[in-house]
């Protein structure tokens, strides 16, 4: 294969809403390249971009994709995304490594709710936007594209504009008109994507010039140059308005809209047209900012190597003094590459993802990785044609590539020269929104869940999968329950580990609101030594997060000083077991003051013993109560759902904190239960139609409301007591 410059590069994010077609129209535009025989269709499996089992079976894309198409000189690189919002976290992820971002839109459903979340992404990283209105087949789309566009620039403004129009009658979609050449393109639906060039129909001439007009004055807005050409010549030229559209697009003034249907393969050479001549190219983008660090010296090798098995991003040394520095997207500059994605497949094993940020990347070149302290081999350098790997030999800066079996590389790692350590910042993901408590069905499924979702966590960063220490309960998070419900698929299907998901518990604990004192006595005969402990203990409450206190308040020897751990220990194992519903007793002090001992009979189990009765003793008289762990949680939303949430908050017992406005969205901030937040994040996404985000962790635990308390307790297995013995 050759091997393209930066110049002839051209990386592409493909984002929108789940089904406004962005799959077949990733297989339209390979088609049209001439990189597959057929035109690929999402519903028998044959779409190069769709080839998870998974995603097939639910026919919706659940990860990031990677294609390309070799078109004139010019290799676009393609990453094909998912639109739902349950994994549209990928979609975030793909903007790092691209230069564009392709935003199709389902043009009879108009605006969606994706829509407006992936144009946010595409901003957060500066990206130029180019918006497909595709589905233009739809017996409705002609009718509603000036609605749609309508709804476009109202949410996204007026540097919103048609860089075409669509030629569509009775027959249907058959062609665009572009507005730079005033030409037309006419197409045969079903063909292989290849327009003839033609007179623009009579009836959109008046339509086509007006289109022309006000795009060219909005692209002479702000050129000075370009204002006294337009008023001089009353347009621009042709040349003229290439350059300066390519140099409006790249500086984010116009966002051009175009036209397609992939499932017709119409006009989507024009559309590999566009990308070629006005998209920009990785060697235009701006140098991209980077840590590093320097004299960094290790004092722990470990803290320094990382964890071999963790698939988090590894951070810079933290003892090293670091800078910000900028590294231009060029081949002189010494080697950096990006992972931005890892994928396990059955046979080939790990394959990393990578985009090539600088200098020349070669086959079987040996590379170190910043992030983790090791040296990887870049042996079989290929690219990637949806899971099909194309062997290529080198790989120059801007690229993106993907090699296969890397030891210890994960999503998110900087790899590149010894000599020039440098870190980019990997993409930040939202919170998990939603747990579940995972339980493998057998032996033999506990033995393979571990290592099976550390391999999934591995492709997907949302996943976290960690053990409860205060329930014991492996637990499973992600963005919400279809994400995990693909989880778990993935788990029977690739690892054959079949695992049942139960809601997770809440780790209540218990506490005391009142002082007691209370005498202890384990008195036991039974022939020769007998069992014989005595002790008198005071009990207080302390402040909150305060945890457990032992006082020590013995004078003149009435418990021997090596028998007073073993009443300690006593009442730590009564605490641990509870009192009213078997959660752990906290946040009390416990002074033990008085006691008697016998010569022979007294041991280290008897004062134990004698502990936890005067604990239990004591529990009865110091007002014992639940306490519940509280978060803190802060939930961005568009401004028109902002009353909607408020109310459900208080509904949910949660304590609003403050609001901010930041844009057209608002921020608000909360103090609400945890077991009121378990499947928050399916309520938000039905209250504000998949638009908004909450993040949420532990803050403190607080007293349990009286009626929620009885119905805790009386769903709770009470803890069996100490037998009391004297």
Not at 126 to 154: C, F, G, I, K, Y
Request: a negative charge; proline letters at 5%; one cysteine or more.
């Amino acid at each position: 294969m050759k091997s393209y410059q930066g110049s002839e590069i051209r990386n592409v994010a493909v984002v929108g809403h789940a089904h406004s077609g962005k799959t077949t129209l990733v297989s339209a535009l390979l088609h049209a390249a001439k990189m597959t025989p057929k035109l690929g269709r999402v519903e028998d499996g044959s779409a190069v971009t769709a080839y998870d089992d998974e995603e097939i079976a639910r026919r919706t894309t659940m990860q990031n994709a990677v294609a390309f198409a070799e078109w004139n000189g010019v290799k676009v690189n393609l990453i094909d995304t998912p639109g739902f919002h349950m994994f549209v976290h990928d979609a975030k992820a793909a903007m790092l490594p691209v230069e564009a971002a392709l935003l199709v839109v389902n043009t009879p459903c108009g605006v969606e709710t994706m829509t407006d979340r992936v144009w946010k992404y595409a901003e957060e990283f500066n990206l130029p936007r180019v918006v497909v209105l595709n589905q233009m087949d739809h017996p409705r789309a002609a009718s509603s594209v000036d609605t749609t566009l309508e709804a476009l620039r109202s949410r996204f403004g007026r540097q919103l504009i048609p860089v075409q129009l669509p030629i569509a009658n009775d027959k249907g979609f058959e062609g665009v008109v572009d507005l730079v050449t005033m030409e037309a393109f006419y197409y045969s639906p079903g063909g292989d994507g290849q327009g003839k060039i033609g007179e623009i129909p009579a009836h959109l001439q008046d339509a086509a010039k007006a289109a022309h007009e006000t795009l060219v004055e909005l692209v002479a807005e702000g050129k000075d140059e370009l204002l006294e050409e337009f008023f001089a010549e009353g347009t621009i030229p042709e040349q003229h308005l290439i350059t300066a559209l390519h140099e409006a697009i790249r500086e984010d003034r116009i966002f051009p809209v175009l036209f397609s249907s992939g499932a017709t393969n119409v006009a989507t050479d024009h559309l590999l047209d566009f990308l070629k001549v006005y998209a920009p190219a990785p060697s235009e983008r701006t140098p991209v900012a980077a840590r590093a660090a320097l004299q960094a010296v290790s004092t722990n090798g470990q803290a320094m190597n990382g964890e071999a098995h963790s698939s988090v991003p590894a951070e810079a040394p933290a003892n090293g003094q670091q800078e910000i520095v900028m590294r231009s997207v060029d081949d002189k500059e010494p080697v950096s590459v990006y992972v931005y994605k890892t994928m396990t497949d059955p046979f080939a094993g790990r394959i990393t993802f990578f985009k090539v940020f600088s200098g020349v990347v070669k086959n079987d070149a040996t590379v170190t990785n910043y992030s983790r302290r090791g040296a990887e081999k870049l042996a079989h350098l290929c690219v990637m044609q949806g899971h099909t790997a194309v062997p290529v030999s080198e790989l120059h800066a801007g690229d993106l590539g993907a090699v296969a079996k890397l030891k210890e590389t994960f999503t998110g790692d900087t790899l590149g020269d010894k000599n020039h350590e440098i870190f980019f910042e990997p993409v930040a993901m939202p919170e998990a929104a939603m747990t579940y408590a995972i339980e493998p069905k057998t032996r033999a499924d506990e033995d393979k869940l571990a290592p099976a979702v550390h391999k999934l966590m591995e492709e997907d960063l949302l996943v976290r999968f960690f053990r409860d220490p205060q329930t014991n309960e492996f637990l499973i998070a992600g963005s919400g329950q279809p994400h995990i419900e693909s989880i778990v698929a993935k788990l029977r299907r690739r690892y054959h580990t079949e695992v049942t998901l139960k809601a997770p518990k809440v780790p209540y604990r218990e506490t005391i609101r009142g002082r007691a004192e209370a005498q202890g006595r384990h008195k036991k005969q039974t022939g020769g030594h007998g069992q014989y402990g005595d002790c008198k203990i005071r009990i207080e409450p302390l402040q909150r997060g305060a945890g457990f206190e032992f006082v020590n308040d013995i004078f003149g020897g009435a418990i021997p000083r090596n028998y007073i751990p073993a009443v300690e220990k006593g009442i730590q194992e009564s605490a641990a077991r509870g009192y009213l519903a078997g959660y752990p007793v906290v946040d009390f002090r416990v002074t033990v003051y008085d006691g008697s001992y016998h010569d022979v009979d007294s041991n280290e189990l008897s004062f134990k013993m004698a502990g936890r009765l005067a604990f239990r003793k004591c529990m009865e008289q110091a007002k014992p109560a639940l306490l519940e762990p509280v978060m803190r949680v802060e939930i961005d939303a568009p401004d028109e759902f902002a009353g909607a949430l408020m109310g459900d908050l208080n509904q949910r017992r949660g304590r609003v904190q403050g609001m901010e406005s930041r844009g057209a969205s608002t921020v608000i901030r909360a103090e609400v239960p945890m077991a009121e937040m378990l499947s928050y994040g399916l309520s938000l996404t039905a209250m504000t139609q998949g638009r908004g985000s909450f993040h949420m962790e532990m803050d403190h635990y607080d007293i349990v409301p009286q009626l929620v308390a009885e119905k805790i307790l009386a769903n709770a297995k009470k803890p069996k007591g100490d037998e009391d013995e004297e």
